[in-house]
């Protein structure tokens, strides 16, 4: 005779708990659409999405013509975009744009965006909270909810819900892409690694890293996933607009030569007039030695390393010369996340107080340049916010690196924790 525990029932109890709380979640979600709503104009990356959708459905435009971004900047700037504004020219392959589509079917494009960026508050919540996790650091309450509170109230959080920017996205699937690896969840692993295959200037050494030590690994489940997914979305995205792929390299080439954004050619030749162009090659160089020196251990060694030589490969990327904007550093708060979690499990209570110090740095110091910047600063404010966080994170990285690389395992490193 086989006995089986009896299964637990929900209660009224918990019924009740359960109605309360998706009450209080469509509340909080009808609060924040109601306030994207009075977002002021922008959200050009979201627009842009959102215009190539609505005119390939409703007009079969043509998503990378020049028709959209004239569209484009009549929604955000009133007008043809001014010389190094952002002319919003679609580079997204197709397959991707597909993503895009269900928000075309919203005639507005205001009401399109204060939705899309109630998704990308909810991602940015989720993120931070994810990006603790993966530190396996036992932090305190009020350490956890103090980092997420700068996760999702930094400057450049801020900026990319300002833009609509989908790198938050985008940066929870690096973080879902780390703990799928950490779990031993292969073929989800390789799915998010598909799904991330844009914005390169984000996260192309992290991907990179990504697949390669899954190789070396012999991790073939994560390969397998990444090309069918791929294959998939491809087959899909050519069956839709079969000759998608041209006009997105041209696009992709006209953007590049567009005048915008910031990389670190443009912001050392702000601050050092002189010498900025061979600073900042010799600052891409000596990252590119780094990684190379850091990346070939963390191949095949434990997901220690891994996890902080990925950390390192996201916190490098905006300072290869790949042209970025400041809402895409958000994604740095991956690697913030081991660096103040460290601090404060490292050295108990000096931690504690250390990494709340620190924390209110980061937070404040961009806030505060961007609010009161001295007149007549011989550095543009934008290139001094883009210059500090990737500065800070690789700074801090390095600083916990070997407490990052190796768990305590003498008495007194356990006691100093206390």
Request: proline content about 6%; some cysteine; overall charge positive.
């Amino acid at each position: 005779m086989n006995f089986q525990p009896p299964s637990k029932s929900l209660t009224p109890r918990d019924y009740q708990f359960i109605i309360l709380a998706l009450l209080v979640f469509a509340a909080i979600s009808v609060g924040l659409v109601r306030a994207n709503l009075l977002l002021p104009r922008g959200g050009g990356d979201f627009l842009v999405h959102w215009v190539a959708s609505r005119g390939f459905i409703t007009e079969r435009l043509d998503p990378y013509s020049g028709e959209v971004p004239a569209r484009v900047q009549q929604l955000v700037y009133g007008g043809a975009a001014r010389s190094g504004s952002e002319p919003y020219i679609l580079d997204t392959p197709f397959h991707l744009l597909l993503l895009y589509f269900p928000f075309a079917l919203f005639p507005d494009p205001q009401t399109a965006r204060a939705i899309f960026n109630l998704i990308l508050e909810l991602s940015l919540l989720a993120l931070s909270v994810l990006s603790l996790r993966l530190t396996d650091g036992k932090a305190p309450l009020w350490f956890a909810l103090l980092f997420v509170l700068f996760g999702v109230g930094n400057l450049y959080a801020f900026q990319a819900i300002l833009e609509s920017n989908p790198v938050i996205l985008l940066s929870l699937l690096y973080a879902g892409t780390l703990w799928a690896l950490k779990s031993g969840q292969d073929e989800f692993a390789g799915a998010l690694a598909a799904f991330s295959l844009y914005y390169w200037e984000v996260g192309l050494p992290f991907l990179l890293l990504v697949l390669w030590r899954s190789y070396r690994q012999g991790r073939s489940r994560v390969l397998v996933s990444f090309g069918l997914w791929t294959l998939v979305l491809g087959a899909v995205s050519f069956l839709v607009y079969s000759n998608w792929f041209l006009a997105y390299l041209r696009a992709g080439m006209n953007n590049l030569r567009a005048d915008f954004g910031f990389s670190v050619f443009t912001t050392l030749r702000q601050v050092f007039p002189a010498n900025g162009q061979v600073i900042a090659w010799a600052v891409i160089i000596m990252l590119v030695i780094a990684l190379g020196y850091e990346w070939n251990p963390s191949l095949l060694e434990d997901d220690r390393r891994f996890y902080w030589v990925a950390c390192l490969s996201l916190a490098a990327a905006p300072l290869l010369g790949f042209r970025s904007e400041l809402e895409n550093l958000s994604v740095l708060v991956i690697p913030l996340a081991l660096v103040f979690s460290i601090v404060q499990d490292r050295w108990g209570r000096f931690g504690g107080l250390l990494s709340l110090l620190l924390l209110l740095a980061v937070a404040g110091l961009p806030w505060g340049l961007y609010f009161f910047v001295l007149p007549g600063f011989i550095v543009k404010t934008g290139e001094v916010l883009y210059l500090f966080l990737p500065v800070f994170t690789l700074m801090g990285l390095y600083w916990v690196r070997w407490w990052a690389l190796r768990p305590p395992r003498l008495w007194a490193d356990l006691v100093s924790r206390r």
